[in-house]
């Protein structure tokens, strides 16, 4: 694949078989079809987790993130499932690589479509939200590749409207009215 300077769908991206290499001439369909050897490549979502990371003073963590997308915004611990590896899993290994903190508990509470552009491509993600408590919450240490800042907080419009992800302020919106409910 090529690094493009316009956002295109990933299906658009592919720019030769991946199978045999010859050039698509098929253009950007789902599944991608090579006309010349028939390999076939559905674009299906990838996964992706995020933590509401809740202390005892029922305040969420935001981290706030140092490199593209979304750099210098706000948004929740979290990344991308590795091939072989839970969710659950995963969302322990992100949270642990991003804070240094140990998830001791995690429930589901959120999930949804979402859309991750990076380097000119487009790709359709399924993120999974869990609300988490972690052990030793004074303990935060952020990955400076990755973050520069946090807060434990209850957020109101000065952070939801400087998320880097929509999908991160939809998760945030509804732990709000959870909590308001409490």
């Known amino acids: 694949m090529t690094q493009t300077s316009r956002n295109e769908p990933i299906e658009q991206a592919f720019r030769f078989c991946p199978s045999c290499g010859v050039a698509n001439q098929g253009g950007g369909s789902i599944p991608f079809r090579c006309l010349e050897c028939g390999f076939a490549f559905f674009f299906g979502p990838v996964a992706a987790v995020g933590a ?3 202390n005892s003073d029922n305040n969420v963590l935001l981290v706030r993130r140092s490199r593209n997308p979304g750099k210098n915004q706000w948004g929740l611990p979290g990344g991308f499932v590795d091939r072989d590896e839970t969710i659950e899993e ?10 240094s903190l140990v998830v001791r508990d995690c429930s589901l509470m ?36 990755e973050l520069n ?12 409207d400087d998320m880097a992800f929509f999908s991160n302020r939809r998760a945030l919106e509804h732990w709000l009215k959870i909590r308001s409910h409490e």
Do not use: H, K
Not at 90 to 99: D, F, G, H, K, Y
Not at 120 to 137: K, P, R, W
Not at 150 to 156: A, E, F, K, L
């Open 52 to 54: 509401l990371i809740i």
């Open 90 to 99: 995963a969302l322990a290994r992100e949270v642990l690589e991003e804070t």
């Open 110 to 145: 959120l999930t949804g479509p979402n859309r991750y552009t990076y380097a000119g491509v487009t790709a359709d993600v399924i993120d999974l939200f869990y609300l988490c408590s972690v052990e030793n919450e004074q303990s935060v240490e952020l990955a400076a590749s």
């Open 149 to 160: 800042d946090y807060r434990w907080c209850v957020p109101g419009p000065e952070y939801l």
